[in-house]
């Protein structure tokens, strides 16, 4: 499947944000070696962990297809998008 330069940026911010709500979570509910979780919490957990786990997976791929696809470095591909994903501009360009 192909994937657009936009697409990539989508998938960064998509995985950035389930990123940031495992981090939320683990403050709220404190580290898991030393508080006792209720098995919602840990319920709770586990999904956002493997939600994050699985958008980084597609992104890994999808950079990997889309630097393929554009005979670029899958280096030079992923700082562009995070470049742009991490922009308060929000409009995604690649620069080409």
Do not use: C
């Not at 998938?11 to 209720?38: C, F, I, M, N, S």
């Amino acid at each position: 499947m192909a994937h657009t330069f936009e697409e990539l940026v989508a998938k960064h911010r998509a995985a950035d944000e389930a990123h940031q709500r495992v981090e939320q979570l683990r403050e709220d509910y404190g580290p898991p070696a030393q508080e006792r979780w209720t098995g919602m919490q840990t319920e709770t957990y586990e999904t956002a962990w493997r939600a994050w786990r699985d958008l980084a997976r597609d992104l890994q791929g999808a950079l990997n297809e889309y630097a393929s696809d554009e005979g670029r470095s899958r280096s030079e591909i992923e700082a562009d998008v995070e470049r742009v994903a991490e922009s308060d501009g929000g409009a995604a360009s690649d620069g080409t």
